[in-house]
């Protein structure tokens, strides 16, 4: 055994439960000083909750948490960053209208006794501190004019000027170029060897290997294993991720049919924020009617945004060409593509689907009016709700009444009711972003049973789910992306989460393809 | 049986209607108990407060609609002046037929609000702002069409004489009562009013894009709603109904006055919210402005009939304000 030197942070038999269900069972996590070690697992696998813990985000654990082998205990972020445990999240928390040495002082700024603050000696620090990571940029720049990628280093930044022992990095390259990527790499490797311990999730196997020098894998909310990064192979990483593989169950009912619903060829996305990426890079294929099309991919493959761009809603601009049912296919907008026949549900229900207060008649009917309306706009009233009451029957929405407001109804039956606006626009195409993302395991099941029903009946179906469980059961046919390509292409039947997994994350592809 | 409807009673006043109406009911109650010497039992007292409140009510129509759109329109009290003067100009100096002066207005008044709804759909600049400017310019442009004076019967012809020019019907006929001399005509356009607003608002489909817009901008987008058609539509409509307040002003007023209505639009959103019609938008219905509006107005009538002075007034109408709202959000 290599002698380790004592951790920096170590936790040990933590678990953690959110009511009556227990999704940390009994884990043991420690940080070595001047080591980056990797948290991987799958979506749900217990690693937010892990974080949370350690980050003092969740305070209700039981297990014990030391720092520099002392017990401690604390009442919240604020008093682990205080310690020296800084998390920086995806999402950033600095103030865009103020500047790099505001919001690297921000909450602990140098005051005198009348309170007023001390902006010179301020800056001078800042510029210190910006300084000894290499960050060239004037401590009285304002954020919001900076860099992505330097707001991310300016969050580091500031974990550093609270003397953090332990820094957590949460998927810190989502929103960065090839370039951006490598210059925070450089950075972190400089705090390693000041003996800052790292903690870093990523779902992408080449940062993996590069930065990790342990490894722990978490499963269901267990700890599968921790290694070297050495002594644990790719292959070998994915398999304790996923674990034994599921038997899979391909879609039941008749296969798709050969009638060509929706073809798409060579669409690009570029990234209009950050120079030179693209968010989908020249992707092909055709979907077919009655068919389900799984699109699998981790957190910022471009899945989600080759649906946006089905739907005339690109996140940036697009490339490429479509075909709906042969004929050419160019959406000004997502009003126009549902009047084409295609519908798309977003991954987020709260913030792009429903107005909460609406009743659920209305936010059933919102997209498809103008079949329910005579000249000027007369609403029939009566068509309306017999058409809802219908859809929300074939869906089996459980509601009391119609003229509830839809924040009423649970999670599943909210998802419900945002399919039911899909579907009342009687699509020949569905583009699902995570339908199945918030709601419960009954509710999943009715779901899967209903896309099922809905692809029997001649719909032609694109189903985005991280969740990969889901997809064998689901789909007839698989494309996997990473980092807006399609990497591999499965059968459904065929797949497995292992094979779905490891494209997904960058394996097997590798960078080389990568034009650098 | 009875548990039923105990609990369908239960049901309703949990509604933001039935709130709104209980509030209205507790002044009409305080009225009863500050009658004035039997005063408040009178019908014309009633009338006279419709009639007054009217002219507010017409304006908190289009603030409704504006409202429920999650924005604001703080033009219309501009848009009124601009309106009374250049209708009072149309008719008085020009001589030009009611029929044609009031559909020119209201055209104006129309076009006015789309301007400000295009500002904010198509140039997303906040509703605040945008109608922050129209209220300065509208109001600029009633002082350009009137030459910065109140439009009177007295007009100066073109050869320097001034001479006096019988008010034409239409003033009168505006400012007369119908039923018997049991209400007035401006309080009929209100109701009309309400009522336009109401189909617009629950009978037709720009109404429903206007609730899922206020509701969630983007989620209408995604749901193929045209978010900005929608807003231009509420804007317009709502400058619809001050250019409909400003004639019905001039009517009152027999003149057009450039100064007149000034601050109107926070009595207009006062009365919006004091129904419970929430500023957030998606939510609210022009019933409860309807409410709202007879709610401030009996609190002004029984102010007035006590004589209580003007300081007292203003000081009431605040604490009135922030208790509705309070009441509004009530026990969740």
């Known amino acids: 055994m290599t002698p380790f030197p004592p951790p920096l942070l170590s936790l040990r038999s933590a678990r953690k ?78 103030v865009p209208s103020l500047t790099v040495a505001d919001n690297l002082f921000l909450g602990r700024e140098r005051v005198d006794r009348w309170g007023r603050v001390d902006f010179r ?53 989502s929103a960065l170029s ?44 267990s700890r599968v294993r921790t290694d070297e990064a050495r002594a644990l192979p790719p292959e070998q990483l994915v398999t304790s991720m996923v674990g034994r593989d599921l038997a899979t169950a391909g879609p039941v009912g008749s ?157 599943g039956n909210q998802q419900k009711a945002y399919l039911a606006r899909c579907m009342l626009t009687a699509p020949r195409v569905l583009l699902l972003d995570e339908p199945t993302r918030g709601i419960d395991v009954g509710a999943k099941a009715d779901l899967y049973a209903l896309l099922r029903e809905l692809a029997a009946q001649g719909i032609a179906i694109l189903l985005i789910t991280s969740e990969l469980d889901e997809l064998p059961l689901l789909a007839h046919r698989i494309l996997v992306m990473h980092r807006g390509r399609v990497a591999a292409e499965f059968a459904g039947k065929d797949a497995t989460k292992e094979g779905i997994l490891a494209p997904a994350m960058g394996h097997g592809i590798g960078r080389m393809e990568d034009p650098e | 049986m009875n548990r039923g409807v105990s609990s369908r009673l239960r049901r309703f006043l949990a509604t933001p209607f039935a709130r709104a109406l209980l509030a209205l009911l507790l002044m009409v109650g305080l009225g009863i108990a500050f009658n004035a010497d039997g005063a408040f039992f009178r019908w014309s007292v009633h009338r006279d407060m419709l009639r007054q409140v009217s002219v507010y009510g017409i304006l908190a129509c289009g603030m409704t609609v504006v409202i429920v759109s999650a924005g604001i329109d703080l033009s219309v009290s501009s848009v009124l002046a601009l309106s009374a003067v250049t209708f009072a100009t149309l008719t008085l100096p020009m001589g030009w037929g009611a029929t044609t002066a ?62 006096v020019v019988d008010l034409p019907r239409v003033f009168e006929l505006i400012d007369s009562r119908v039923l018997g001399g049991n209400l007035s005509i401006v309080t009929v356009v209100f109701l009309a009013c309400v009522a336009l607003t109401w189909v617009v608002l629950e009978r037709l489909r720009v109404g429903r894009h206007i609730y899922a817009v206020g509701g969630n901008a983007e989620a209408a987008r995604l749901s193929g709603v045209p978010v900005g058609r929608t807003l231009v539509a509420a804007y317009a409509l ?43 938008g998606g939510k609210g219905s022009v019933t409860l402005t309807l409410v709202g509006v007879l709610t401030i107005g009996y609190l002004q009538k029984i102010l007035s009939l006590n004589a209580a002075p003007e300081a007292t007034r203003l000081m009431l109408t605040g604490v009135i304000i922030v208790c509705a709202v309070l009441f509004q959000r009530g026990r969740k």
Request: hydrophobic residues 45%.
């Open chain 1, 255 to 411: 296969g798709p049919g050969t009638e060509e619903a929706l073809q798409v060829t060579g669409l690009s996305v570029r990234d209009t924020r950050i120079d030179g990426r693209a968010l989908v890079d020249d992707v092909s294929f055709t979907l077919h009617r009655g068919e389900i099309l799984g699109l699998a991919g981790l957190q910022g493959s471009g899945a989600s945004q080759v649906l946006h761009a089905l739907f005339g809603d690109a996140a940036g601009p697009a490339s490429g060409t479509f075909a709906l049912g042969g004929a050419a296919y160019a959406p000004r907008g997502p009003a126009d593509a549902l009047r084409r026949g295609v519908a798309l549900l977003t991954s987020d229900r709260k913030s792009k689907g429903l107005a909460p207060e609406q009743s659920i008649l209305h936010s059933v009917s919102l997209s498809a009016l103008a079949a329910f309306s005579g000249p000027g706009g007369w609403i029939r009233r009566e068509a309306e709700r017999a058409a809802v009451g219908a859809v929300v029957e074939r869906l089996r929405l459980g509601a009391p009444s119609l003229d509830e407001p839809v924040r009423t109804l649970s999670g």
């Open chain 1, 178 to 221: 090839e370039r951006e990527a490598e210059t925070l790499f450089a950075r972190l490797s400089v705090l390693r060897t000041r003996g800052c311990g790292i903690v870093y999730i990523t779902h992408r196997m080449d940062e993996i290997y590069r930065l990790a020098d342990h490894i722990t894998v978490l499963r269901d909310g």
């Open chain 2, 102 to 163: 009031i559909l020119a207005v209201l055209a104006a008044g129309a076009a006015l609000g789309s301007l400000s709804g295009f500002l904010v759909a198509r140039m997303r600049i906040q509703p605040f702002i945008v109608t922050l400017a129209m209220m300065v310019f509208a109001r600029g442009l009633a002082k350009v069409v009137s030459g910065g004076k109140k439009v009177t019967n007295y007009v100066l012809a073109p050869d320097g004489s001034s001479q």
């Open chain 1, 17 to 94: 439960s959110f009511g009556p269900v227990e999704v940390l069972h009994g884990v043991d996590f420690d940080v070595l000083p001047g080591e980056v070690h990797v948290l991987a697992g799958e979506n749900g696998a217990g690693k937010s909750t892990l974080v949370n813990i350690l980050s003092g985000v969740h305070t209700d654990f039981s297990g014990t948490l030391s720092l520099r082998g002392e017990p401690r205990s604390f009442s919240g972020p604020a008093d682990a960053a205080h310690a020296g445990i800084s998390t920086i999240h995806q999402e950033l928390s600095l």
């Open chain 1, 121 to 173: 000696s301020q800056e001078a620090e800042a510029a210190r501190l910006l300084g000894e990571v290499g960050l060239h940029v004037s401590p009285r720049h304002v954020v919001a004019e900076l860099p992505v990628s330097m707001q991310q280093m300016l969050e580091i930044v500031r974990a550093l000027a609270r003397d953090a022992a332990v820094l957590i990095l949460d998927e810190p390259t």
């Open chain 2, 238 to 280: 709502s400058g619809l109904f001050a250019a409909v307040a400003g004639i019905c002003q001039a009517a009152q007023e027999t003149q057009g006055d450039p100064e007149t209505g000034m601050g109107y639009e926070l009595d207009a959103i006062a009365m919006v919210v004091i129904g419970g019609t929430p500023l957030t």
